[in-house]
């Protein structure tokens, strides 16, 4: 089957293996959709099965050999050199190269990715090409900002929307890439693997902040100082840490209506304040602990 490496956004697994199967690709797509949900992933695989000498990617034939490689001649990747816009230059150079007929395939595909960082006059180089593009050619151009792109571009590409993932989804890809996933989480995630991806580096400290959270509920304040040294010693990250805090305790309230949580997330705000303005660090964190316990036993 095609695309089974990539999770989700099964429609569009659909509709490109009907397109696929029934001989009906076209030559402009625009894959458009918020960042860190696999779309340059699904354009990537989307060019090996269009250039596989058996339509699928098979991993076998010359063409799957050379694009696993990283050296297909028939397959270009373009972004940004400078991380601010793709130039006239890198479109022209594009253009240079379809004009000279596949080498290995009967076909060749260049991506654009983050499309939309084309400077207008790369935009409307790029124009001349998607009006006549020749047999042989494929364009994916993708964006997560689609405003940025000219009308006129838009019109001549068929457009894909990919949507975020689910929670179930995000597990899915979490479970396969032995990536550890929190829940409480999944409101930052925002249905992103490239958001899971980056804050998958910090999860050894969230998980030590879920044993700090847990022992709010202790009646012995000791436990709370016991488990807290996480947050004494991680001052470089402590306005992360608040937010984490506070992610979870908006959990909670949502989970259980109880008003103690709209109190600690409260004082979260109120121990940022005080520490932007430079009051002592460790007090804040005292401060911090103490009020948060006395709100968990307030009833
Ligand atoms: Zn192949």
Redesign the pocket.
């Known amino acids: 089957m095609n695309f089974q490496n990539i999770i989700g956004n099964d429609n569009i697994k659909e509709l490109l293996s009907k397109s696929l199967e029934t001989h009906n690709l076209v030559h402009s797509y625009m894959f458009i959709g918020p960042d860190g949900i696999g779309k340059s992933l699904f354009a990537r695989d989307l060019a090996e099965i269009i250039l596989?000498?058996?339509k699928?990617?098979?991993?076998?034939?010359s063409?799957?050999i050379k694009f696993e490689s990283g050296n297909h001649p028939d397959y270009t990747f373009i972004d940004s050199e400078d991380g601010k816009s793709i130039k006239i230059g890198q479109i022209r150079l594009m253009q240079e190269s379809i004009a000279e007929k596949p080498i290995v395939s009967n076909n060749k595909v260049y991506i654009i990715n983050n499309s939309d960082l084309m400077t207008t006059e790369a935009q409307n180089c790029l124009l001349k090409t998607l009006e006549e593009p020749p047999e042989y050619v494929t364009i994916i151009l993708i964006s997560s900002n689609e405003s940025k792109l000219l009308n006129t571009i838009k019109s001549r590409c068929t457009k894909i929307t990919f949507k975020s993932l689910s929670n179930a989804d995000l597990e899915k890809y979490a479970n396969i890439n032995g990536i550890q996933i929190n829940s409480n989480l999944f409101s930052v995630y925002n249905g992103s693997i490239g958001k899971l991806i980056s804050l998958n580096n910090e999860i050894d400290l969230y998980n030590s902040l879920d044993l700090v959270i847990g022992s709010f509920e202790t009646r012995d304040i000791v436990d709370i100082w016991n488990n807290s040294e996480v947050i004494y010693k991680s001052k470089e990250k402590i306005f992360d840490i608040l937010d984490y805090l506070n992610i979870v305790f908006l959990n909670n309230l949502r989970n259980t209506n109880d008003y103690k949580f709209i109190n600690c997330i409260s004082f979260v705000e109120l121990t940022k304040k005080r520490l932007l303005s430079n009051a002592n660090y460790d007090m804040c964190i005292d401060n911090l602990l103490l009020h948060v316990w006395k709100y968990y036993h307030s009833n």
């Open positions: 596989c000498d058996e699928s990617s098979c991993g076998f034939c063409s799957c």
